[in-house]
């Protein structure tokens, strides 16, 4: 029955595709249940890198099955030009499936998730620009596109009226844009059916049916638990649910059959985009982590703001999705430190806070309090187990788990598919 879910513990960024990868080539399915191509997940296998956005990072694994499930939503002609890419370099892509019942991010989408940015000025969130906004608005006002609507040209049609009825009134008279044509929309929207046409399934179905027959499925979150639109640092945030109840609606499956919630964690702090973040540094530590941990966004290619780890929301992490266990990676980053320190709690006007606070305006005020720990010089990079590590890295590790709540079963200490020291077994 093993059903596990694999997703960000902090703002995203966290290694998530590297892990996911690791488990593919042990796992029958991997499944995307949110989120669409804002994410960028960097997957490295031997001297091959390969930067996923939209595709389930088991794709990479031939024995795996990729799924994208119903909670996600769908850029067809970024999806196409992934696959492509991919076949290029020789990955078989044609295990690939698709809900029916995800939505599609329309061209439309994209244009208002632009202009309303740009609307917003100064208190902009910092989106990728992709549409996911918008598209998810859409889904939730039941004027969402599907993708089945592929494959019914007037019921297309008529939804597309429906959705640019209200949009081309905005555009025209309050962001000064031209309006936009439904046959252009249409006929473009219809010109991936037949591409998209041999991966498109029931998908709820298919993987109810293989958690019957025992079969290992793995949920992919995108994003992380601080981006989450309940969960995370609102109104900077995305628009999906990346927590572990995400899993569940955004792939139909219920509750009762998810046995393990694996959180991935970075050994220090990023975010990308605006909005409060505690530990950032502006300093030349911050400069340091970037640079050595190569903190540039892969789908924006913007500069990751950086800071050191948070521990608060680390136990938050656990807490709102039920982990189970942590998977620690880019420990190699922090070697050559001599002190580290974490953050344990926050000042808050004064007060010590020990748990994430409700409020965002306690939140937006949050000053980290910061214990400091011995750093290492030694090379961690080819470390195998958890004794080959120095003895304040070894000691760092148990800080962390200590402090957020639950085990650390692997540690990455490396981009690669085998730098990973592995503790506990997943499966
Ligand atoms: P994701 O969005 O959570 O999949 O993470 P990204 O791919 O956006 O960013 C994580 C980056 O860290 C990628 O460049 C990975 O190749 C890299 N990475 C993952 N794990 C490790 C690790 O343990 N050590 C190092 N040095 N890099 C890692
Ligand atoms: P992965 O899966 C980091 C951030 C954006 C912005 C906010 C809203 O690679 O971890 P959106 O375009 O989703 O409406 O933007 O969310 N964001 C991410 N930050 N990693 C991601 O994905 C992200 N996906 C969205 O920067 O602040
Ligand atoms: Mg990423």
Redesign the pocket.
Known sequence: MPALVLL?AQW???????ATDLLGGSVDYVVRYQGGNN??????VGDQ?YALHLLP?GILSPGCTPVIGNGVVVDPSVLLSELSGLNERGVDTSKLLISGNAHIITPYNVTVDKVTERFLGKRKIGTTGRGIGPTYADKINRVGIRVQDLYDESILTQKVEAALDGKNQLLTKLYNRRAIAVDQVVEELLGYAEKLAPYVTDTVLLLNQALEANKVVLFEGGQGTLLDIDHGTYPFVTSSNPTAGGACTGAGVGPTKISRVIG?LKAYTTRVGSGPFPTELFDEDGEALRRI??ER??TTGRDRRCGWFDAVIARYATRVNGLTDFFL?????LTGWEQIPVCVAYEIDGKRVEELPYSQSDFHHAKPIYETLPGWSEDITKAKSFSDLPKNAQAYVKALEEMSGAPISAI????GRD??IEINSFL
């Open positions: 960000g995203g960024d966290e290694g998530k595709g590297k994410a960028g997940h960097t997957v490295v890198k990072s991935i941990g190569g966004g892969v990676t880019k420990l190699d980053v990455g200490v490396g981009p730098e990973t």
